[in-house]
């Protein structure tokens, strides 16, 4: 998705030209449930997974989400997370979905 695309910064990679979690920023809002892997950037970790026996490992090669923001609605019910299609038809991009939930109910 367009949204959750990485960021990188101009001049902000190491001189092996391979850039490190800190220097990488993303727009997407399932880095907060989740962060890189710092062994392979290709990979993160879960926050909301136990770490024992081992951390959930997801892939987001190339940048991608989709896979671990499925995961985070899916196994923790973060329901913030959904996406929606916007209402522009001529938009194929998607935006979150803001949900209320009642309590009282």
């Not at 892997?37 to 090669?61: E, G, V």
């Amino acid at each position: 998705d367009s949204d959750e695309s990485l960021v990188q910064p101009n001049e902000l990679s190491t001189d092996a030209g391979i850039s490190t979690d800190s220097q990488l920023r993303s727009k997407s809002n399932v880095w907060n449930y989740a962060h890189r892997d710092p062994n392979d950037l290709a990979w993160a970790i879960c926050d909301q997974c136990p770490p024992f026996p081992t951390p959930k490992r997801i892939s987001t090669k190339g940048g991608a989400t989709s896979t671990l923001r499925k995961h985070l609605i899916n196994a923790h019910k973060k329901i913030d997370l959904i996406l929606v299609p916007r209402d522009d038809k001529r938009c194929g991009n998607y935006q979150q979905l803001n949900v209320i939930i009642c309590i009282s109910c």
